[in-house]
């Protein structure tokens, strides 16, 4: 199993900047790709940003894409999301994700059912 633990959400301003941080443990070693997803009230969890693991390949969300960049750090088993000029409109919950290295034929990285573990979510608040 891996743990995932994010930190770094808060509130902020319209057009300010925030860092989340997701640390993994545990059962490391298999994570194929790392994602972001965030679910605002009333909606449904949706895909924002995703990394894989070795190579350090990018996806993005089209809402998103040109503000935020997603990283990692494998020396420290930590994955980042920079959120620049934010908007009232990215305010939710953000959750970190893992996919392991199995039935990679049919991942779709975007689908947060076929991710293999999730961190607790930490809050993102943005007023205008």
């Known amino acids: 199993q891996v743990q995932l633990v994010e930190s770094g959400g808060g509130l902020v301003q319209a057009g300010g900047s925030l860092r989340l941080s997701c640390a993994a443990s545990g059962r490391t070693f298999d994570i194929y790709r790392m994602g972001w997803f965030r679910q605002a009230p009333g909606k449904e969890r949706e895909f924002v940003a995703a990394v894989t693991w070795s190579a350090g390949v990018t996806y993005y969300s089209d809402s998103v894409k040109g503000r935020f960049t997603i990283s990692r750090d494998n020396v420290k088993n930590t994955v980042y999301l920079q959120m620049n000029s934010l908007k009232p409109e990215d305010t939710a919950v953000y959750y970190c994700?893992?996919?392991?290295?199995?039935?990679?034929?049919?991942?779709?990285?975007?689908?947060?059912?076929?991710?293999?573990?999730w961190g607790q979510g930490t809050q993102v608040t943005v007023v205008s």
């Open positions: 994700a893992a996919k392991k290295l199995y039935y990679l034929a049919t991942f779709d990285y975007t689908k947060q059912g076929q991710y293999d573990g």
